[in-house]
């Protein structure tokens, strides 16, 4: 049975970095055609796709949020983190880390239990 399980700080100031690490047990994040994506949920903008790796490194992000966004992983630890810069109010969300990649929520077979992240301004 795969588990993720999120890592990380409850409470960033505007305009500081957001880093969060995905922890993944059961399986491991190089086998072959699966990818690690980061989701958040907020009121406003409901679920929302951020970055994914894949099982071979490559890396994916939501245009929307790619200047500001920096997806990595360390194999030898089995996790995969996500960097957000530059964050604002409208960042605060729920963040998962999930098995799959893309928009199409129903397809992910694994998530995290998720991270409530709150920005102060």
């Known amino acids: 049975q795969v588990q993720l399980q999120e890592s990380g700080p409850g409470l960033v100031k505007s305009s500081q970095a957001l880093s969060l690490t995905c922890t993944v047990s059961g399986g491991s994040i190089t086998t072959n055609d699966y990818y690690w994506s980061w989701i958040r949920q907020s009121p406003r903008k409901g679920l929302e796709w951020m970055a994914c790796?894949?099982?071979?490194?490559?890396?994916w992000y939501n245009p929307s949020l790619k200047s500001r966004t920096f997806i990595s992983r360390d194999t030898s630890k089995n996790q995969f983190t996500l960097q957000l810069s530059s964050v604002t109010p409208e960042d605060t969300a729920v963040y998962y880390c999930?098995?799959?990649?893309?928009?199409?929520?129903?397809?992910?077979?694994?998530w995290g239990q998720g991270t409530q992240v709150t920005v102060s301004s």
């Open positions: 999930a098995r799959g990649k893309g928009n199409n929520f129903l397809g992910y077979e694994y």
């Open positions: 790796i894949g099982y071979s490194g490559t890396t």
